[in-house]
Structures are given as C-alpha cells and as structure tokens.
C-alpha cells in the first residue's frame, strides 16, 4: 500500500561484467528482459565495489561495513569452522527483521560454512541455498571439497536441478505465497550464474566451449531475472516494491578485466526500478559504493542504523529519486598487493602499499593519465590517509578470513 514501508528485492548476478547488458554500452549478450527493467527506473553509471571477490561483496551489502573493516576479504574457508561472517555484525535482515520486515535469502550466501554462519543467525526467516563460493551447478557439489553444502533454512537438502532454476523458483513461490500477509519483505535473489563452471543451462545445448555456455548462462540469468519481475506484476506488488539489480564485481570472463581496484574491475552493472517512486528511464552518474545500498534499504524499511559501530554505508536514496546529490566521504579499497584510495575526483593506485598511479576520475575514466609526478604532496597524503584507515580496520576485525 501506496506509503507503507516498502518491499525490497536485491537480485544479484555473480561475476558479471557490465559489457553482458545493452544499458552500458554495446551488448555482448542478449538480455531483454535486464535492459527492459534497466529501462523502467534508473541506471547507476558510477556504482563500484568495495572489494572485487564474491565473499567480501556479500559482506559489503549485508554489513554497511567495509569488508577490509569486517575481516572478511578473501574467501572462506570450509576447512575452517572459523571462517565467516561474525555473529557481532549486524546484517540488513536483522535489521530490517527488527522494523517488521520478513526476510529471505534464496542463492548463495558464501559468508561461512559451518553452522553458526547460516543465514538464519544473521536475521533471514527464510534460506534456501548453498554456502559455497562456486559449485556444480547439477550435483551441487564444491569442487575443492566434493561437499554440497545446500541447505533449507537449516536443514542439508539433495533437491535436484540446475542452482539457478531452483533458487528462482523458491523465490517465486514466496511470492505467490504471500497473499494474506501485509507485512513487508527483504528478498535477497543471489544467483550464481555466470560463475563458472560453465554450464549449459535447462534447454540449452551443452557445449565443449566454455564460452559458448557461458553466453548461455548470461541468457538464462536474464530469463530468471523476468520470471521473478514478471511474478512481482502478476501478485499486484509492483507499486509497493523497490527491485534492485546488482553484480558482485566488475571483472568477468568476457572482459579479462581480473579482480583488480583499478576502475574496470570496480564498476559494477547496478539499476532499480519502482514504479512511481523511481523516474522512468534516468541514469545517475554520482560515485557510490554497493555497501551504501545497506543505509539506503534501512532508511526505506524505517530501521535505524545501529550507532555502536562504524558504518561506511551512506544512504543514497535521493540518487534513485534523481537527484544527484554527491555522497561526501572517501573510498578506501584493499585487496590482495593493490590498494586505493579516492577523495572527490582523484584516486591513488598503490601496490604493495606503493603509490604507483595518481589519476582524476572527472577528466580521466579509463586512468589513463598518471599525475604523480605533477602532485607528490596529494600523493603523500594520500597514501598516508589510506595506510592509517588499513592500520584502523586491522585493529578491529570482527571476523577471521582477512
């Protein structure tokens, strides 16, 4: 109902680069029904993320909290049951669960494998799928452990069928389920696709090219993202529903791009839609970081933010409304030997703690130009200003992986 706090869906593709969509650019992939929703409300052309790896991504936007400032910028280990995400964070469903949201999480969840870290200790009513980073996408299985770890809430299931499928399809029945209940939902969709392994997906041809399927899995994706659009319109919840599309990194297996910081690997496929709330076919331009979706989703459901801790997350909500308003703070990135750090336009590349690229994001997009030489002071402070917000992260991580 028209006022009411919202529903809120967050879709989110998995190693996806933004050349698989036309909204960017030139397609490489056929996806009508991504552009089509793409079209219905508003594209972030500046939406980056905060560490280029599947688990810290899922830290960013459950947490509001930097990954680096979480402990959690690697991937977890199954071997290790201390491995995860620490119960002392507190998750967007637990904290949109505490303003009245029911909350679910279908897909992956790649935040710990022992059962402390399920997803229902961390403020979802409802979890349906796997913990592990990657897997089969038929047998389930985790290729460096030959495990499954599938789940239903808490229980290990065998349910066959290709991942993506299944976790559409529960996500579709909790739509349909709803009828009757007035409460409003957060629905966490996290797919797989296009992860590798390559496969073919149901009604497709499986070919020896791993290329060939993956351009398959993309098709797939898309026709999983309609399905749960088109089942939104068909229980009459598109008034009252804010839909987000998001992919975890900017690297994928069409643009050789890597998980590196420099901007190729950083921005990320991101649009929203929501009828009459969200401008019809608007593009926003102002530099965001995914985890700000954790403030923004807050503020919507009415929940406050908790104040016994640092949340990076700002709440952007105005640049869905189109208004580009700019988010006034600096951007810290960590991962494996880079390091970055941007204040307003410009950003410091650094490896091995090193500046090695100094570059204006306003004149300079690609980071093509290196202004080092020309500004040794700004870089100075710069990497002095980065090394000291590392050395405050690292003193106080909550969880193990770092």
Not at 74 to 85: R, S, V
Not at 118 to 123: A, I, R, T
Not at 229 to 246: C, H, K, P, W
Request: hydrophobic content about 35%; charged content about 25%.
């Amino acid at each position: 109902m028209k006022g009411s706090a919202p529903n809120i869906i967050l879709m989110v593709a998995d190693n996806m680069g933004r050349e698989a969509v036309d909204y960017y650019g030139d397609p490489v992939f056929d996806t009508p029904r991504m552009n089509s929703m793409a079209r219905a409300g508003v594209v972030f052309e500046n939406c980056l993320i905060a560490t280029p790896l599947c688990a810290p991504a899922r830290c960013g936007w459950n947490t509001g909290r930097h990954p680096y400032r979480v402990g959690i910028n690697k991937q977890p280990n199954p071997a290790d049951p201390e491995h995860g995400l620490s119960l002392h964070e507190i998750t967007i469903a637990r904290l949109l669960k505490g303003a009245g949201y029911d909350t679910a999480l279908f897909g992956k969840w790649n935040l710990g494998y022992d059962e402390k870290f399920n997803p229902l200790n961390h403020g979802f009513d409802t979890f349906y799928g796997s913990n592990a980073g990657h897997a089969d996408y038929y047998t389930h299985l985790y290729n460096r452990d030959m495990k499954s770890h599938f789940f239903r809430d808490r229980e290990p299931i065998e349910d066959e069928g290709y991942f993506d499928t299944l976790f559409t399809n529960e996500a579709i029945k909790y739509l349909g389920g709803r009828g009757g209940n007035d409460r409003p939902f957060y629905l966490n969709l996290a797919f797989y696709a296009p992860h590798g392994p390559y496969q073919a997906p149901p009604g497709y041809y499986h070919s020896n090219d791993p290329d060939v399927n993956y351009r398959y899995m993309i098709e797939y994706l898309d026709l999983c993202v309609g399905r749960v659009i088109d089942e939104v319109e068909a229980q009459g919840l598109a008034e009252n529903t804010l839909v987000v599309f998001l992919s975890d990194q900017g690297g994928s297996r069409t643009n050789g791009y890597g998980r590196v910081l420099w901007e190729r690997g950083l921005k990320v496929a991101c649009n929203a839609m929501w009828p009459g709330r969200i401008p019809v076919g608007s593009r926003s331009v102002v530099p965001w970081i995914h985890y700000d979706l954790f403030a923004t989703f807050a503020r919507l459901g009415g929940a406050q933010l908790p104040s016994d801790r640092v949340i990076d997350a700002r709440d952007v909500w105005p640049l869905f409304e189109g208004k580009e308003e700019p988010v006034d703070r600096p951007m810290h990135w960590t991962y494996r030997s880079e390091d970055a750090y941007r204040g307003g336009d410009l950003k410091l590349h650094m490896t091995d703690e090193q500046p090695d690229g100094l570059f204006d994001l306003a004149r300079d997009p690609d980071e093509k130009v290196n202004l080092m030489e020309s500004h040794p002071d700004r870089v100075r402070q710069m990497r002095e200003t980065h090394l000291a917000w590392k050395s405050e992260c690292d003193e106080k991580q909550t969880s193990h992986p770092h």
